[in-house]
């Protein structure tokens, strides 16, 4: 079932891209825990931000993340 794998790609894709923004997290102990290699989670992220200057939905979506993080840092 491709669709579902894809689901977990993304959400390791949006977990590590905003892992990445903020200081205080470390890419490492999220590859950690989430049982992955830091460098192919690095990559995913990389891919993960050139989406999210092709595609009005997903950058609309990593904004209201963004925000939402904001208020609770």
Known sequence: ????????????????????????LSLCNLANFLKRDPSSLSQLAARFENKIGCDALVAQNV???RRWL???D
């Open 1 to 24: 079932m491709p669709g579902k794998h894809m689901k977990y790609s993304q959400a390791r894709a949006l977990l590590f891209f905003f892992v990445r923004e903020i200081n205080h």
């Open 63 to 65: 904004n209201e993340i």
């Open 70 to 72: 904001q208020e609770y």
